[in-house]
């Protein structure tokens, strides 16, 4: 009869352990591009606390399994009060498992991040204090040390999740297919508990950016737009080019004034529009000959670096680690400004600017120059991308210096021989004032932190890298046009 037990506590045993594995692998690994989604991250962690309890209880049944010969011999003894002596060392089999007990096998693994515990979820059984010091140095020893050589010193995107706008619908929380555990009588409070570690390919893209922090709401952004008020001897017309939002796609990853005949010499896609032939290995001479998407013959060429929605894994094999579908601008705005001290004067065909730094998430911030904002909320200015409320779409305002030192085209850097004007508006001296650019991109964008500037690697997709490039292949009589109309204080 007990050899019966045993051999169906067995292949009870068996059963539990076949039950654990077919779970196993019937879980879903998400797509690249949304283990690459700072929301989705959140939605994951979320998912994962949820799921414990219910991993947590399948392995508790099967160690109380594993321990069920031992109390089931017992239990059948016990009718028999004239039990041969031979039995009692079946008695005492419990306690030789008593330690199995004390450490419980739902323990997570060491390594990975500290989560705080879901209120709801059912603590752990206590260990003593000397069996947790042991537990607590073999896990800092093993598997800890092992997870931090995979993930490197960058901090993980779940600790500080930036919250979607307040009146955005609540994320869905998709219910664990496990019943939850039932509590025990006495629940204590919730203690940190070791996130499972992450596999080598969600821990590559959770390096990649952006993070939780690199987001935030608009309204949560104080009023900080102050603008300079022309004197009588400034200009304050504005001239606009129009030259479309890109809709024949132009694109590629080059860039002629910072990196000339090179391919994928940015490392990142930009969108163009005026040029049609602009790429990395455009002179004057191919751009002056091309057609163009801007009126009024405006064959000068206009750059930025795309925005991306990467709740999707298209583009998941690109090596610079630009994931996602590319956003088109719902609205591209190119202004041509006055100065508020003095008149300005023709800017000369050919000339190249840059504005922004595309890499200032590591040279610092010496060269960024990066606006976000919010259509409705253009008083609040950001340098992190903004995520706005219901009926308001993202604005990129991306402007040029101003300032031409009257002589080059071009400079080593690209910057010195076009400055931008001090806080009063003057321009430095042994410069003199040309047409301001101001570009102004208007996107609808998820309004979750689900989206992201293409960006070189390293710079892991922050908000402050954002930049764009300009080179002036306008009609000399257009020009001229533009002049007129901001020194006349005239829209145009």
Not at 64 to 78: C, G, K, L, S, V
Not at 127 to 148: I, R, Y
């Amino acid at each position: 009869m007990k050899r019966s037990l045993v051999s169906l506590s067995a292949l009870a045993l068996a059963a539990s352990t076949l039950t654990t594995v077919t779970f196993t692998v019937a879980v879903t690994t998400p797509a690249y591009g949304d283990h690459c989604d700072p929301a989705e991250q959140q939605a994951q962690n979320q998912r994962s606390q949820q799921d414990q309890p219910a991993q947590d209880q399948n392995q508790q049944n099967q160690n109380q399994n594993q321990d069920a010969p031992a109390q089931d011999q017992p239990a059948q003894d016990q009718p028999a009060q004239d039990a041969p002596a031979q039995d009692q060392p079946a008695q005492d089999q419990p306690a030789q498992d008593q330690p199995a007990q004390d450490q419980p096998a739902d323990a997570p693994p060491a390594g990975g991040s500290l989560i705080q515990a879901s209120p709801t979820e059912p603590a752990a059984p206590e260990e003593p204090a000397d069996q947790q010091a042991q537990d607590q140095e073999n896990a800092g020893d093993g598997d800890a040390a092992d997870n931090n050589a995979r993930r490197g010193p960058t901090q993980a995107p779940s600790q500080s999740p930036t919250q979607a706008p307040t009146d955005a619908p609540p994320a869905d929380n998709p219910p664990t297919d496990a019943p939850p555990a039932d509590p025990p009588a006495e629940t204590p409070a919730p203690s940190e508990t070791p996130a499972p570690p992450q596999d080598d390919e969600e821990a590559e893209c959770a390096d990649l950016g952006p993070f939780p922090e690199d987001f935030i709401d608009i309204r949560q952004v104080q009023r900080n737009v102050q603008e300079i008020r022309p004197r009588r001897s400034g200009s304050a017309g504005i001239f606009t080019s129009r030259c479309g939002t890109n809709g024949n796609g132009h694109r590629n990853s080059d860039n002629f004034i910072v990196a000339p005949g090179v391919t994928n010499g940015a490392h990142h896609v930009h969108d163009y529009v005026g040029n049609l032939s602009t790429d990395g290995f455009s002179t004057d001479q191919s751009l002056a000959a091309a057609g163009t998407t801007c009126a009024l013959n405006d064959r000068s060429t206009y750059f930025w670096p795309v925005l991306r929605d990467r709740t999707s894994d298209v583009n998941a094999d690109d090596p610079d680690g630009n994931v996602g579908t590319i956003m088109r601008a719902r609205q591209v705005s190119l202004q041509f400004r006055g100065n508020a001290v003095s008149r300005v004067s023709p800017m000369p065909r050919f000339i190249r600017m840059i504005t922004g730094d595309a890499k200032a998430a590591t040279n610092g911030g010496a060269n960024a120059l990066a606006k976000w904002s919010c259509t409705g909320f253009t008083n609040r200015i950001t340098t992190k991308y903004p995520l706005c409320p219901r009926g308001s779409q993202l604005v990129r305002i991306l402007d040029f210096p101003s300032c031409w030192d009257g002589q080059n085209n071009d400079s080593a850097n690209h910057r010195t021989h076009v400055l931008f004007p001090d806080a009063n508006g003057a321009c430095p001296s042994g410069t003199k004032a040309i047409p301001q650019l101001r570009m102004t991109l208007t996107y609808a964008t998820p309004r979750t932190a689900s989206f992201a500037l293409d960006a070189f690697p390293e710079q892991r997709h922050n908000p402050v890298t954002d930049h764009a490039d300009f080179a002036n292949l306008m009609p000399d009589r257009l020009m001229k046009l533009a002049v007129d109309c901001i020194n006349r204080n005239r829209r145009c």
